[in-house]
């Protein structure tokens, strides 16, 4: 990929407006293409893989340029691997309780310290049989999901084979999840999800270029409550998406398209 | 003294906020609810306020006590009811993105004195005439041809290659394509491409020895260079393979190739991992790695230029002068182009630097030798621009000539996958990867 640069927006940017600030370069260690990452309001932080070198970068909010991050988690004691194929592209940061989730292959959710640095152990690892989770292994042409984080409800969603796995947010070792939405019904798509954790809702990509919107309490063949059928909309892809509270709005990239698109969505916020 | 407080990860902090604001007789989180029965609560004028005091406590707390913390035993969550679903079809009411193609990679068709350009924005490949000057002031050029559309198969792509007899255009897929996609020179449209042929994932350049018909293939990770018959096409198998930690190559990008010497050229970005191996992965500095031209297997280099006096920063596409053996290296980054005599080795300084604000180069990821007319181009991945100088141009020198496929001092948004964003809720920003 050339240039895989973190670029950031004004939230009113429109067609043909440049960057505010760019992070880029070889002093950054990012490598390759981002398929999820996090900024963490509660410490100001960018928390984003370097997929090709089994690291997860924690950088300052306001990151510009050539600006190295202020840490980074990588070594033999991390557990950290990913595919060959899709790397190591997707994290999640949980800044109220401190913690970075980050799935890897072979069926494990690796939690780290949000401070820890260098070659760190893992604090707790999700993985086992009773888990459901299933993941691409090393070898495997697949990649790997981010979890979702609701750390006012104490949960912790992880996306594994179209189906949402709910699990305590705690949860680690061989630990059932608590809940599982999965069936023809939910019309789930991968991806990241992201909790509106006032609501309960969690809002990801849906079946056929949609986003929908399903409630941490759901359980089951569940369909979602709203869907956002973003291709039939626009003609493009859906690749994830994030939620502004605040503005009421979703924001979608489309990978095909090179674009983000902002839809109002208050129904889901009100 | 209340404060405005951003919204913690998308939704955390604000979750704690609307908690305050909630009615006391709002449904807990065992009450059952459809969408269309929640009330709207709208934030207070001055903003999203949490005191001081209790913002920072917030940060610090563990999460069992966040509820406490405010006074709330539990908060609202949505629960499962009647299986009813709503469409929200309304359009997007903004949209990011750049109009205007963004250039990845540049070569020269001498038969046909043509420039071909690689544009992984708008998914196209645009034909000008080599000698296609866009003036100051002047609109955009317009290209002589232009191959797009969903039957081109042309994506994400970025290296190309031009056979020097019949003008064939090579271009490698750097994303899910997996593939290197040939084109006839006189086809444009939206065209299927004459032949294909399957390379592994993440392929970044592509270099040709005539002399051998052999087509190099830079794979920027697992990092390998597989070699492949020039004709090969589908699910032929490459000849050989150079790949495995002796060979030091790391996040593999540009090739190129001396045929009168029998080197091959690669740079690398310096990120390492055994993809099979947890936690193996390091950093290393960005480097040019020679090697003989048919090494295969888990060979070492010859020499390797690496080190702070080389200036490579994300160092993308590389070509050689076969005429001095002098490498021009597109130094994306660096805002350069560096030029290394090919004997270079260490941490040695480039003996020509191409770079300054005459010399209108904008995160140039693409670079050609014309050997011909003396001349070399850089393809600019920031301002939807190809520029071309003089073959010995050095230091802060004007180009002789542009092509320019955008408003005069247009900045375009370099853009090159978009399959993340996150919110920045401190700044009101998007955060948008590639």
New interface residues.
């Given amino acids: 990929?050339?240039?895989?640069?973190?670029?950031?927006?004004?939230?009113?940017?429109?067609?043909?407006?440049?960057?505010?600030r760019?992070l880029?370069?070889?002093k950054t260690?990012i490598?390759?293409?981002?398929?999820?990452?996090?900024?963490?309001?509660?410490?100001?932080e960018?928390v984003?893989n370097?997929p090709?070198?089994?690291?997860i970068l924690i950088f300052r909010?306001?990151a510009d340029g050539?600006e190295p991050p202020v840490r980074y988690i990588?070594?033999?004691?991390?557990?950290?691997?990913?595919?060959?194929?899709g790397?190591l592209d997707a994290v999640t940061?949980?800044?109220?309780?401190n913690e970075i989730f980050l799935p890897?292959a072979s069926n494990s959710v690796l939690v780290f310290d949000r401070s820890a640095t260098g070659?760190v152990a893992p604090k707790r690892v999700l993985h086992g049989p009773d888990t459901q989770i299933q993941f691409a292994a090393?070898?495997d042409r697949g990649a790997l999901p981010a979890v979702g984080?609701?750390?006012?409800?104490?949960l912790v969603i992880v996306p594994s084979r179209n189906s949402l796995l709910i699990f305590d947010?705690n949860a680690g070792g061989n630990a059932k999840p608590l809940r599982v939405i999965s069936g023809p019904?939910t019309e789930l798509g991968g991806g990241?999800p992201?909790?509106?954790?006032?609501?309960?809702?969690i809002v990801a990509m849906a079946a056929r270029g949609s986003i929908g919107?399903w409630?941490?309490?759901?359980?089951?063949d569940?369909?979602?409550?709203?869907?956002?059928?973003v291709t039939?909309?626009?003609g493009m892809n859906v690749?994830?998406v994030?939620?502004?509270?605040?503005h009421k709005?979703l924001?979608?990239?489309?990978?095909?398209?090179?674009?983000?698109?902002?839809?109002?969505?208050p129904?889901?916020f009100? | 003294m209340r404060r405005i407080i951003?919204?913690?990860?998308?939704?955390?902090?604000?979750?704690?906020c609307?908690?305050l604001l909630?009615p006391a007789n709002s449904p807990s989180?065992s009450t059952t609810v459809?969408?269309r029965l929640?009330?709207?609560?709208r934030?207070p004028e001055n903003g999203?306020c949490l005191p001081d005091e209790a913002a920072s406590t917030?940060?610090a707390?563990?999460?069992?006590s966040?509820?406490r913390l405010f006074g709330s035993s539990s908060?609202?969550?949505?629960?499962?009811k009647s299986?009813?679903?709503?469409?929200?079809?309304?359009?997007?009411?903004?949209?990011?993105?750049?109009?205007?193609p963004?250039y990845?990679f540049v070569a020269v068709d001498n038969q046909h004195d043509e420039v071909v350009l690689q544009d992984?924005?708008l998914w196209s490949i645009r034909i000008f005439n080599r000698l296609e000057n866009t003036p100051p002031g002047a609109p955009p050029s317009v290209p002589r041809r232009l191959i797009q559309g969903p039957k081109t198969d042309i994506?994400?792509n970025?290296g190309m290659y031009i056979d020097p007899k019949n003008g064939d255009i090579y271009s490698v897929e750097?994303?899910t394509g997996d593939k290197v996609v040939v084109f006839d020179r006189a086809k444009q449209g939206d065209v299927e491409p004459t032949r294909i042929l399957r390379v592994p994932?993440?392929g970044?350049s592509l270099a040709v020895d005539e002399d051998k018909q052999e087509l190099y293939v830079g794979v920027?990770?697992?990092p390998q260079i597989p070699v492949y018959r020039k004709t090969a096409s589908g699910d032929e198998k490459p000849l050989r393979s150079l790949q495995g930690e002796s060979t030091r190559l790391s996040?593999t990008h540009g090739v190129a190739l001396d045929t009168k010497k029998k080197l091959m050229f690669v740079n690398n970005?310096?990120?390492?991992?055994d993809?099979?191996?947890?936690?193996?992965?390091?950093?290393e500095?960005?480097s040019i790695s020679v090697y003989s031209l048919d090494a295969t297997g888990d060979a070492a280099p010859l020499r390797v230029i690496q080190g702070p006096k080389t200036q490579?920063?994300?160092p993308?596409a590389m070509s050689l002068d076969p005429d001095t053996g002098d490498l021009y290296v597109a130094n994306?980054?660096g805002q350069s182009i560096l030029v290394f005599k090919e004997a270079d080795h260490g941490n040695v300084a480039p003996s020509r630097v191409i770079k300054g604000s005459k010399t209108r180069l904008s995160?140039p990821?693409g670079v050609f030798v014309d050997a011909k007319h003396k001349e070399v181009w850089a393809a600019n991945?920031g301002n939807a621009t190809a520029t071309v100088y003089p073959l010995s141009a050095n230091g802060n020198v004007a180009p002789v000539r542009i092509i320019r496929s955008a408003p005069e001092g247009?900045?375009?948004?370099?853009?090159?996958?978009?399959?993340?964003?996150?919110?920045?809720?401190?700044?009101?920003?998007?955060?948008?990867?590639?």
């Fill in positions: 990929m050339s240039h895989p640069q973190i670029a950031a927006f004004a939230r009113l940017a429109k067609e043909n407006t440049p960057p505010t760019t880029i370069g070889q260690l490598s390759r293409t981002m398929h999820a990452f996090d900024y963490d309001a509660v410490h100001d960018i984003v370097s090709l070198a089994q690291a909010g306001g050539e990588q070594g033999p004691r991390t557990q950290i691997v990913g595919t060959g194929y790397a940061v949980d800044g109220i309780n890897v070659d090393p070898g984080v609701d750390p006012m409800h104490n947010r019904k990241k992201h909790v509106y954790a006032p609501k309960g809702w919107v409630s941490i309490n759901d359980n089951g569940v369909p979602p409550r709203w869907r956002i059928p039939k909309i626009t690749n994830g994030e939620i502004d509270p605040v709005e924001m979608v990239p489309t990978g095909n398209g090179n674009t983000v698109f902002t839809f109002s969505v129904e889901i009100d | 951003p919204i913690a990860v998308g939704t955390t902090v604000l979750a704690i609307l908690v909630r989180s459809s969408p929640i009330s709207v609560q934030f999203l917030a940060a707390a563990p999460p069992e966040l509820l908060a609202y969550a949505a629960s499962q299986g009813e679903m709503a469409d929200i079809g309304r359009p997007p009411v903004r949209t990011i993105r750049d109009t205007y963004t990845s992984l924005n994506q994400f970025n750097t994303d994932h993440r970044f920027q990770y697992p996040d970005w310096g990120h390492v991992s993809y099979l191996t947890a936690g193996t992965g390091r950093f500095e960005a490579l920063n994300w993308a994306d980054v995160y990821t991945f247009y900045e375009g948004l370099r853009f090159g996958k978009v399959e993340a964003v996150a919110y920045d809720s401190k700044r009101e920003e998007y955060l948008v990867p590639n």
